[in-house]
């Protein structure tokens, strides 16, 4: 069964507090992705992690951070939250190969921050 | 610069009539072209993925079409039931591979009413 799951679902966290989301999947996909989704705009690539040990900032990194020891697990890290970052956050994963690959969603994760 | 304009913002018909959904974008290169379906509080499904400089695909009641030279996607949805009640999103993709950055707008919200 193909699948992304997210885990927490909903999370409120205090300005300042350390934030840990967490994604896996398992279709053994290479690369995974963190997004945010924001009212009024397209999603917005955070981190792109093109296998394990191999991350690389999408076009907002700045006040999050990633790791990835394992194929299967992609986790999302907030250092110190703001209130800005409050939004929805979506994992996803692909092939790597060729191709115009489909992306699998996981059913987000929506963090306020306060 | 949002590259990637989807209209109507919100669309509301009533069950069994037909729907039409606009993507304009102006990403270059533009490989692929995909659509997916977000019901509320969940992920982003792919309903379709457009390749070609002048395409069509049609995936049961939803069809769709990419002109390259205009750059500009339909999705149309045919005899409409409560259950397409969702955010349609547009991406745009300017690389076939993982490598590329997807583009995305920020959906068009329609509402199937009974």
């Known amino acids: 069964d193909m699948k992304v799951t997210q885990m927490p679902r909903y999370l409120i966290k205090r300005m300042g507090e350390n934030v840990l989301l967490e994604c896996g999947q398992d279709?053994?996909?290479?690369?995974m992705y963190w997004y945010r989704q924001d009212p009024g705009l397209g999603l917005q690539l955070i981190y792109i992690?093109?296998?394990?040990?191999?991350?690389s900032e999408g076009d907002i990194p700045k006040g999050y951070r990633v790791s990835r020891k394992k194929r299967e697990h992609f986790s999302l890290i907030l250092d110190s939250a703001k209130t800005n970052q409050t939004s929805v956050y979506f994992c996803?994963?692909?092939?790597?190969?060729?191709?115009?690959?489909?992306?699998?969603f996981g059913a987000g994760t929506r963090l306020s921050v306060l | 610069k949002t590259q990637v304009e989807q209209s109507p913002q919100s669309l509301v018909v009533r069950q069994g009539e037909n729907c039409v959904l606009q993507?304009?974008?102006?990403?270059?290169?533009?490989?692929?072209l995909r659509w997916f379906k977000q019901d509320t509080g969940k992920g982003l499904v792919s309903l379709t993925v457009?390749?070609?400089?002048?395409d069509k695909t049609s995936n049961g009641r939803y069809s769709a079409t990419l002109d390259k030279d205009a750059k500009h996607s339909t999705l149309h949805i045919t005899a409409t039931l409560l259950d397409d009640t969702a955010t349609y999103i547009c991406?745009?993709?300017?690389?076939?591979?993982?490598?590329?950055?997807?583009?995305f707008g920020a959906g068009t919200q329609l509402i199937v009413i009974p």
């Open positions: 996803a994963s692909s092939l790597r190969r060729e191709g115009q690959n489909t992306l699998y």
């Open positions: 991406v745009v993709g300017d690389r076939g591979s993982a490598l590329g950055r997807l583009h």
């Open positions: 457009l390749v070609d400089q002048k």
């Open positions: 279709m053994s996909h290479e690369t």
């Open positions: 993507c304009n974008y102006s990403v270059t290169p533009d490989n692929h």
């Open positions: 992690s093109y296998d394990v040990d191999s991350n």
